[in-house]
Structure formats: structure tokens, C-alpha cells
């Protein structure tokens, strides 16, 4: 999108969030400069995706047991 905040919020079993950024896969994962400016400011989580099947496996890597 583009606003400067981040597309997603992702709860994942009610105990983990996770902001995420989705981005064309035809433009690659840039940014805009607002976005920029705001993942440069940001401390915490923040993960790009190009797709919701990349976002669900990040989870499925990230909670692996």
C-alpha cells in the first residue's frame, strides 16, 4: 500500500504478532520513502512478503517444534 504503516497486523495462537509489509513481487521489496523512514524508526518485528502463502510460511519456519 502506500501508507507509511505496514499492511498487516498477524496474530498467530494468541500469543505472537507480527507486523508485515506485502509488496508486488514485480517491483521487488522496496520501499517507499515514508516506509522507509518508519522501518528505520521501528524496534521491533517487521517482515516483508510478496504473497500470503510467504507469510504463512514464515510462520510455519518461525514456530517450528
Known sequence: SQSRYPDLLVGYREKYNYLMEV?????????TPDQE???????GQ?????????AVEFLRKRHRK
Open 37 to 43: 523512514d518508519w522501518y528505520l524508526r521501528w524496534h
Open 46 to 54: 517487521y517482515i516483508v512478503v510478496t504473497s500470503p502463502e510467504e
Open 23 to 31: 509488496k508486488n513481487p514485480e517491483y521487488g521489496k522496496r520501499f
